[in-house]
């Protein structure tokens, strides 16, 4: 969508979008008179309309509609449209717009690339891998998009579909090593799995996802080299803040005026439970200031303790860096929630803080605890966690970014969480 040109607009626009991400009391009226000298700025639109959502006020989506039925080709406009209705509780109809546009423009490739992405993102592997199918016929007829439908057919478990569409793709493909690592360890071809994530590493060495499976690899192998990734305990674990009653109940109380919506975003690894959009830590409420600065302390301190340099390393590298904080989000999470295994590609450090835990976990189930180091699901590897800790009001834990972790469900209650990516600055 098209910005204004005029630099007052321009400032006008700048203040009403941070004045959305801070979460103003007036974000709504300045992200509003904003439009008005801006009426095709898509971050406008898109902030208008969460914010609309989050104040439950009718029809909140009605203006990205309207747009998007006369500019079919803002495919940014589709992906947030999307996404809002799906956190709204339609998970039938929330890809009706982006499928019409497609319907008009069959020959877009952006329009495509992310109805595959959406598609994949909600659960609908076999889905997204048809609909790569259908791209490639509809004109596209690319390796890459062969390697998106391989991708996303393993994922959801049709195996032979996947090594036919693996077969002659050419490798110099900048994902298949990875691609082709995961499907081996479908396949049980470890070996194999070993020497493509080898290849993986050596081309994108700072690629968490890379990291992670060679993880999982190592430890199935017994490779030596496993040891030296993990570490002996000094790469991930607990520490409890000094945090009062008070500073979390308060914390607690805002979190959950902040949890809006009626399910977790597309693409992300909540099942029962709801996260926050933005940066959390550009919010301005002083319970979220007052738990950053916290939070700095405490990540600093694990930091220093971190073992010595170690350039080949994917969190060690990094050791001599000042750590910064990338992004933060929250996690509401119901009796019956938890998080699938998964990892966040964004940092090379992670976390996991307790604001509220259920009063009755059992501890003998390890009902709500965090697992690190459990294989995703898609990859059908019966492999235990390397650790497991306990979740407790005020509680932070640490880990690299490279380890799978997710979490085990628990009966009842609600389980609130800030969760956080550090990179080195």
Do not use: C
Request: glycine share 8%; charged share 25%.
């Amino acid at each position: 969508m098209a910005e204004s040109g005029s630099s007052d607009a321009q400032a006008q626009r700048n203040a009403a979008i941070s004045a959305y991400h801070r979460g103003d009391a007036d974000a709504l009226a300045l992200v509003s008179a904003a439009l008005k000298n801006n009426p095709n700025d898509g971050g406008l639109l898109i902030s208008e309309a969460a914010l609309r959502l989050s104040r439950h006020e009718s029809e909140p989506l009605a203006r990205l509609e309207d747009i998007l039925g006369r500019a079919p080709d803002w495919v940014d406009g589709h992906v947030a449209l999307a996404g809002f209705r799906w956190e709204m509780g339609d998970t039938e109809g929330y890809l009706g717009e982006i499928e019409a546009a497609l319907h008009k423009l069959p020959r877009h490739a952006g329009l495509w690339k992310n109805y595959i992405s959406l598609l994949a993102g909600s659960g609908k592997l076999l889905a997204a891998a048809d609909a790569a199918q259908t791209a490639r016929e509809t004109g596209f007829d690319m390796p890459m998009l062969r390697l998106i439908e391989a991708m996303h057919t393993g994922a959801g478990g049709d195996l032979g579909r996947a090594s036919a569409l693996f077969k002659d793709l050419p490798r110099e493909l900048p994902d298949l090593p990875q691609q082709l690592a995961r499907h081996r360890l479908r396949t049980g071809d470890l070996d194999a799995a070993i020497v493509e994530l080898d290849e993986a590493r050596s081309r994108h060495p700072d690629d968490v996802s890379n990291w992670a499976l060679t993880e999982i690899a190592w430890r199935l192998a017994e490779d030596p080299r496993h040891d030296w990734l993990v570490g002996d305990g000094a790469l991930f674990g607990p520490a409890d803040l000094e945090m009062s009653e008070t500073e979390l109940a308060d914390l607690a109380d805002l979190l959950r005026d902040l949890h809006a919506s009626g399910s977790a975003p597309i693409g992300q690894s909540v099942r029962s439970g709801t996260q926050t959009r933005g940066n959390i830590f550009k919010r301005i409420e002083r319970p979220i200031q007052n738990l950053r600065g916290r939070l700095a302390v405490a990540v600093s301190e694990f930091w220093k303790a971190l073992p010595a340099r170690d350039d080949a390393h994917p969190l060690l590298r990094h050791r001599d860096a000042k750590p910064t904080f990338v992004t933060g989000w929250s996690i509401r999470i119901m009796g019956g929630g938890f998080h699938v295994s998964h990892v966040h590609p964004a940092g090379v450090l992670s976390s996991a803080f307790y604001a509220a835990v259920p009063d009755a976990l059992d501890p003998e189930r390890q009902e709500g605890w965090i697992e690190l180091g459990r294989p995703p699901e898609d990859l059908k590897i019966d492999l235990e966690p390397l650790a497991t800790i306990a979740p407790r009001p005020g509680r932070l834990v640490l880990f690299p970014s490279y380890l799978y972790h997710g979490t085990r469900a628990f009966p009842a209650g609600e389980r609130m969480s800030v969760a956080f990516d550090i990179a080195p600055s």
